[in-house]
């Protein structure tokens, strides 16, 4: 068949600066007609097809596909270069025994579909290669003339971005004669590297990558140099990444009359890789230093060594993508972003897909993320206009650095809420200066509230009150639209690091809330904040308005007796619902974007502290203690249908079963129906954190019956070995187990 002619085949190389390893033949659809050929050989060749090596014999059946060929092991098919071209070939031969005549055979389209049926997977990594350098064999020189300031690259990478070489002020050009093929100047007079600079001897260019690229430097390959005189001795280069503002030494020069720098090596530099286009290197080459003994003025130049047009001051490494773009439909990268890319919206995005990026850049698209979605963002959110993303309720913007600022520009983020015209909702904002009386349409006048911790009481603020920063209000329902409305926020994202001011006055109970436009861990919270919390009960317990089940209308102050608070306890990282009838509402770790909770403050406590790293996509907590969750929740149902939970949950840091902070006290004894545990010390609670569990272990219950009828006790939910462990109610006025 070789003889004959009777095979396919193609090349491939990698593109230049690129290599490319081949892992496998990984589709390959076929199809013959007639009974040849029964056989066939994958083979290829490194030398242009003058000689071929046996990679897979084949067999062929009527119709169908080649099972995926590995071709990873194959030493020859690795680390291919430019100049690296491979021939393969598919040979065919062979028929039935006693059987004439020709045959066909197709490469074949077995699914009648525009995917690949005959497709190669590998990977093409780039090399480092020549990025950008100056050549400086036309430079004339003579009386006065070092050559230009600044000195254009003579090459750059079409998406690499170079100044020209710019002299230091005092590097001087104003006597003697400059040779010609250099750049460069005389002086030199400084004795020191801090000197050198403070007299600006020195010479500097920046660099950066092109739209939508970032840059990797791996070396200063080429260095050519020539000095005149005994000055200057000395070298160091360096580099910028805050504008010239602060440099950093990268290795010291000693000069010689002329010659080359052996190349540096700058892949080990973490701050000169993934250069993006939004940002510069500075770098400068300072000289100074002098013989001993020897005064007058040197004269130094960057030179052209061999008299040719070959660069004699070159940089290279690799340019790559740094963005990819959405153009309304699709990525220019097919799969997205993620966080070494930055984003380009450049047309309307509304996928239920969540992506994380860089930066994110809205230019003259949009973004709205959906619900039950999220983007997350390393660094910062830039917008061309206000208003160009919009985060849907229950979905989320997460930024991870505290280091980047946004553009300032205003988006919007929307909070779904039931809140009756009579009834109140605890909100919180997660953008800059919202105005609170916009936060949906009828809101009564006076009826935004404030927390006074002094006295426990909600205050009126007035018309136009803009929020604060990881404060919580509450926030009566509308006269328009009721009982579910859409609260609306309108401003600058909150993100980074700050500080939620809290008052120790009174009781300590303060109104604070989720800060940013996305959820908080509450457990991450915690641990950032227990020396701001009570060292109690209380100040282990965050307590979250639920007024499903409220018919009272008037403040009560510290005297507060109702049981409309759902409950979660830091410690425990439990959470108990508050009473009512229907599907109850189980605060988790995760606090959703607009909602305000209370906390009890410690005595000395003048601030919350809220970080990035407590902003999460997750819907469940994370467990920081170490160990699965033992707990389980008892549910009592009343007559009328009420809920009212009360949780038991196991810990074996715990020494004993005393009231402390893993435990939440109940919130009101009075309430007319109630559900309950008791410490071993007597405590009243509504979650109830135990020492490790021994299959003995009792546990007291209380409960408040406000009508005659049949109440019902149940386990509503458990966790960890409960999904094992029976539980045992001892009905003591029966003396019995049920």
């Known amino acids: 068949a070789i003889t004959n002619k009777e095979y396919f085949t193609f090349t491939v190389n990698s593109k230049l600066n690129y290599k490319l390893n081949l892992s496998s033949l990984s589709l390959f659809g076929y199809k013959k007609v007639g009974f040849r050929p029964r056989f066939g050989m994958l083979q290829y060749s490194t030398d242009g097809g003058v000689t071929f090596g046996d990679i897979q014999a084949i067999n062929y059946a009527s119709s169908g596909w080649v099972p995926s060929i590995d071709l990873s092991t194959n030493p020859d098919l690795q680390n291919l270069q430019n100049a690296n071209q491979i021939t393969f070939r598919i040979v065919n031969w062979g028929g039935v025994a006693g059987q004439n005549g020709q045959g066909i055979w197709y490469f074949y389209d077995q699914n009648a579909s525009p995917d690949l049926d005959f497709a190669f997977t590998g990977e093409v990594e780039q090399l480092p290669h020549l990025l950008f350098g100056w050549d400086f064999s036309t430079l004339k020189g003579g009386v006065k003339n070092y050559g230009p300031s600044p000195y254009a690259a003579t090459y750059a990478d079409a998406n690499v971005v170079v100044s020209g070489l710019e002299r230091g002020s005092g590097v001087l050009t104003n006597s003697l004669s400059g040779s010609s093929r250099g750049l460069g100047g005389l002086g030199w007079m400084s004795n020191s590297k801090e000197e050198a600079i403070a007299n600006k001897e020195y010479f500097s260019f920046t660099v950066g990558a092109g739209t939508y690229y970032k840059l990797e430097l791996t070396s200063l390959s080429v260095f050519g140099y020539k000095k005149v005189g005994f000055r200057p001795r000395f070298g160091m280069l360096q580099y910028s990444i805050d504008g010239g503002n602060t440099f950093t030494d990268i290795q010291a020069i000693n000069y010689a009359s002329a010659g080359y720098i052996s190349p540096i090596n700058l892949a080990g530099i973490p701050n000169l890789q993934n250069i993006y286009d939004d940002s510069q290197v500075t770098f400068r080459v300072v000289n100074w230093g002098g013989i001993a003994g020897q005064t007058g003025q040197g004269i130094w130049y960057f030179y052209d060594q061999n008299n040719s047009s070959d660069l004699d001051f070159a940089f290279t490494g690799m340019i790559k993508p740094g963005a990819v773009i959405w153009n309304g439909s699709s990525w220019s990268n097919v799969v997205g972003p993620d966080q070494s890319l930055n984003a380009i919206i450049e047309g309307p995005y509304q996928q239920n897909v969540d992506f994380s990026t860089r930066n994110l850049r809205i230019t003259t698209g949009s973004l709205n993320i959906q619900a039950g979605h999220s983007v997350t963002v390393y660094e910062g959110v830039y917008q061309n206009n206000d208003n160009q993303i919009t985060v849907e309720s229950d979905a989320n913007l997460v930024q991870v650095s505290n280091n980047n600022t946004n553009d300032g520009k205003s988006i919007l983020v929307k909070r779904n809420a039931y809140v009756p015209t009579k009834e109140y909702a605890y909100w919180s904002s997660p953008v800059i200066g919202q105005n609170l009386y916009n936060s949906y349409p009828g809101i009564p006048n006076n009826l935004v509230l404030r927390y006074d911790t002094a006295n426990d009481k909600l205050v009126s603020v007035p018309a136009g009150t803009l929020s604060e920063f990881g404060k919580g209000y509450s926030i009566k329902g509308s006269t328009i639209v009721q009982p579910n409305v859409t609260g609306l926020f309108a401003g600058a994202p909150n993100n980074g690091n700050g500080l939620g001011i809290v008052s120790n006055a009174g009781n300590r109970y303060n109104l604070i809330g989720n800060p940013y436009p996305s959820n908080l861990n509450l457990d991450v919270w915690y641990q950032d904040n227990v020396s701001n919390l009570d060292p109690s009960a209380d100040g282990a317990t965050a307590y979250f308005w639920d007024n499903t089940n409220n018919s009272v209308y008037t403040q009560m102050g510290s005297s507060y007796s109702g049981l409309n ?108 129906d109630l559900l309950y545990s008791k410490s071993d010390d007597g405590a009243k609670l509504t979650i109830q954190g135990r020492s490790a569990f021994v299959d003995i272990d009792r546990v007291k219950l209380g409960m408040r019956a406000f009508v005659a009828g049949t109440y019902k006790l149940s386990i509503s939910q458990f966790e960890g070995l409960f999904a094992s462990q029976s539980v045992y109610l001892f009905d003591k006025k029966l003396n019995k187990l049920v």
Not at 592 to 597: A, D, E, I, R, T
Not at 622 to 644: A, E, H, I, N, S
């Open 565 to 672: 608070y759902a409950v979660y306890n830091f410690e425990s990282q439990t959470g108990v619902a508050a009473p009512q009838v229907g599907a109850v509402k189980t605060p988790t770790s995760n606090v959703k974007v607009g909602q305000g909770f209370i906390v009890m403050v410690a005595p000395t406590a003048t601030s919350i502290v809220y970080k990035n790293s407590q902003r999460t996509v997750n819907q469940n907590s994370v467990f920081f203690k170490g160990g699965q969750k033992d707990r389980f929740w008892l549910q009592l149902t009343t007559p009328k249908g009420l809920l009212v939970n009360t949780a038991i949950a196991y810990f074996a840091q715990r020494s004993n079963n005393n009231l402390d902070m893993f435990d939440s006290y109940l919130p009101n004894e009075s309430a007319s």
